[in-house]
T-cell receptor
């Protein structure tokens, strides 16, 4: 099984809402990633977890809060977002946190902030 | 610092024609190189990768890429494209650190 799943597929939320994005993998990977992708742009790294510990935070605003409850799950909690946060949010995983190990991407959650 | 340049933002081509998508990188150390493909409304899929060894790497769907260290390039080629190859293609590089650095992407548009 080389699949990364993400839910929901689409999400529309107001600026005062609180919502969560979920990501799951069952490949035994110990590194998991959140990316943000705007239209016609490459993915931008947001967070990296390695062995369930936050390893990288790319200076992401605090209205985005990641969580890694166990080695298979990764959440992204959203609160008080802005319209410019509308984007495709991609989750990825890799065997370990090291260059050369390919990342497997989920299909993404299309987020619209109204 | 690492960087990846994909000079062509769009490449239009007719079906069954050959295509080359260009990728150049800059890095002061050894790198690992990847090509990812993104079909509309989907996530990224790994197309092929260069880690070490043979400089020519191939994918199962007919794409190939050649690592050229002297020219710091990793161009993607296919001798005959299909309509279904229409997608966004991202070149990416990583060093020994974990991060993938992506190029800006090339939109391959295949016309019948």
């Amino acid at each position: 099984d080389t699949e990364v799943t993400q839910t929901p597929k689409h999400l529309v939320m107001g600026m005062t809402n609180k919502k969560s994005l979920k990501c799951e993998q069952h490949m035994g990977h110990r590194a998991m990633y959140w990316y943000k992708q705007k239209a016609k742009k490459p993915p931008e790294l947001m967070f990296v977890y390695s062995y369930e510990k936050l390893s990288i935070n790319e200076s992401v605003p605090s209205r985005f809060s990641p969580e890694c409850p166990n080695s298979s799950l990764l959440n992204l909690h959203l609160h008080a977002l802005q319209p410019e946060d509308s984007a495709l949010y991609l989750c990825a995983s890799s065997q370990i946190l090291q260059g050369g190990y390919e990342q497997y991407f989920g299909p993404g959650t299309r987020l619209t902030v109204t | 610092a690492q960087s990846v340049t994909q000079l062509d933002s769009q490449v239009p081509v007719f079906e069954e024609a050959p295509v080359e998508l260009r990728c150049n990188y800059s890095s002061s150390v050894s790198v690992y190189l990847f090509w990812y493909v993104q079909y509309p409304n989907q996530g990224l899929q790994l197309l092929l990768k260069y880690l070490s060894g043979s400089t020519l790497v191939e994918s199962i769907n007919g794409f190939e890429a050649e690592f050229n260290k002297s020219q710091t390039s990793f161009h993607l080629r296919k001798p005959s494209v299909h309509i279904s190859d229409t997608a966004e293609y991202f070149c990416a590089v990583s060093e020994d650190t974990d991060k993938l650095i992506f190029g800006t992407g090339t939109r391959l548009q295949v016309f019948p």
